[in-house]
């Protein structure tokens, strides 16, 4: 791995040690844990679409089985909270697994329609499932306990997620320096090409879309458990748009660009609150903008501007 790309966790680890001893108040500091909890979601959906080069419209469906999962198992059935977040990655990890490989069968639009039609499916099963899940109107989720003491607070919470996210960086950076990662940009570039130097294109599609899904299932439970309750909307088609667009606006293939992506699109629907009714026209023109001018993302866009050919 790169020396500066080293620097750049270093920095990120830094940032988050710092950011709750600056922030004025709660409501920022819930503002900076959101912004933590979409960057480590981003990281793994990243990973799917930057580096491997497949799309996924319905990433949220993954997140809303981990949020419903520490919500409906320790609700209705007594599970401990760490024991329900566990019972919902493997849950969604193994769906993930039943459902790739007839879904990675399809290229283009029509695995964008796959994987947007799953998402759908995920969310009205949840909607539908009402005696389970409280329909539309959503739960309210246990306390989560770690080590004989309840998580409660805001700090407590941005410590853990804090922790979350440095260890996701690290990973994502380890992983796409790997041989794994050669072959997930491999086969990005070129499928066939790959398959003639002898990697296993369905083997590595099916892992790394279990990996994504597994990234957003436990956020999922964290998310449902630091706001106390959990609805359908969680887990709906524009939140798996919200996050598609994180990963292009940050950038595509890079580990930095997630991180971007995230703080920038959590935190701009409350800078453009202001505007009152015309908060969706500015979003939406900031997007488009930044598609027209940025097309390779504000990272990777910044890095060959400056001169740094470091991708990650």
């Known amino acids: 791995m790169k020396k500066n790309v080293y620097f750049g966790l270093y920095l990120v680890i830094a940032i988050l040690i710092v950011l709750p001893f600056v922030v004025p108040n709660s409501f920022y500091l819930d503002l900076v844990i959101r912004m933590a909890i979409n960057a480590v979601i981003v990281l793994g959906l990243n990973l799917l679409i930057g580096f491997a080069g497949q799309i996924s419209l319905g990433h949220a469906g993954f997140l809303g089985i981990g949020a419903y999962a520490s919500a409906v198992l ?150 449902a458990h630091y706001v106390g309750f959990v609805t359908p909307n969680l887990a709906d088609f524009f939140h798996s748009i919200e996050l598609v667009t994180m990963v292009v606006i940050g950038g595509m293939a890079s580990v930095y660009g997630s991180l971007v992506g995230a703080v920038l699109l959590t935190a701009l629907p409350q800078a453009l609150a202001t505007f009152e009714g015309w908060e969706t026209v500015a979003f939406g023109s900031i997007l488009m903008l930044c598609m027209i001018f940025l097309p390779k993302g504000l990272v990777p866009t910044l890095a060959a501007k400056f001169g740094k050919g470091e991708k990650a």
Not at 76 to 91: I, K, R, S, V
Not at 119 to 127: P, S
Not at 141 to 153: I, N, R, T, Y
């Open 74 to 223: 320790p609700t209705h059935f007594g599970w401990h909270p760490l024991l329900a977040m566990g019972a919902g990655a493997a849950a969604t990890g193994i769906l993930a697994a039943l459902v790739a490989r007839p879904i990675f069968k399809l290229k283009g639009h029509y695995l964008a329609m796959a994987t947007l039609g799953l998402g759908i499916i995920l969310n009205i099963a949840i909607r539908n499932e009402a005696q389970w899940s409280g329909g539309p109107d959503g739960m309210p989720v246990p306390a989560m306990g770690l080590f004989g003491f309840e998580l409660s607070s805001d700090k407590q919470w941005y410590w853990v997620v804090a922790l979350l996210l440095s260890v996701s960086v690290w990973a994502s950076l380890n992983l796409i320096d790997s041989p794994f990662g050669r072959a997930l940009r491999a086969l990005h570039g070129s499928e066939v090409a790959s398959q003639v130097v002898g990697v296993d294109v369905v083997r590595y599609k099916v892992a790394i879309f279990v990996l994504s899904a597994v990234f957003a299932s436990l956020m999922g439970s964290v998310t």
